[in-house]
């Protein structure tokens, strides 16, 4: 299934034949967004996560690039209120994303990415999918395509 997904994914994740970006060091402007993890390095080679994108960029296949979609403060205005309407509001995280989710690839199957391993997908999203907790929805992760819910299903 995954071989499925990842090629939707990845035209919305990974720029074309660039290597993914990495995060800068914790600073007090971007802490806020992603917190480094604390934990211990995990145990398990794979993650299962469904995501929520709210895109600040989107792929123009004409010119093969990214454009701008919406500003920053506005995609992290609105993921900040999905957070809180899916966290508060005790909503279906993948009702929220067939819904609400930029990402046209997941969308139908409520956000679903299958599993992937470290080093598929860009450093931030990444870094939050492998340090959450099972079933809890992460606050916005900032990546180079916009903000993103994250909800992890399952590991092995």
Known sequence: MISRLLPIFLLFLLPACA??????QPTPANSAVHPAPTSP??????????HIL???????????????????????????AL????????????????AESDDAGTRP????????RRGVMVHEFEDAAFSLPIGQVSQPVKTPFGYHLIQVLERR
Do not use: C, M, N, W
């Open 54 to 80: 709210i895109a600040t960029v989107r792929y123009d296949p004409a010119s093969s690039t990214f454009k701008p979609f919406r500003t920053d403060a506005q995609a992290k205005t609105r993921a900040t």
């Open 83 to 98: 957070y809180a309407f899916i966290v508060d509001g005790h909503h279906d995280f993948g009702a929220v994303a067939a």
């Open 19 to 24: 290597p993914a970006p990495r995060a800068p």
């Open 41 to 50: 390095a995990p145990t398990f080679s794979e993650v299962h996560v469904r």
């Open 109 to 116: 199957r409520h956000g679903d990415l299958g599993f992937f």
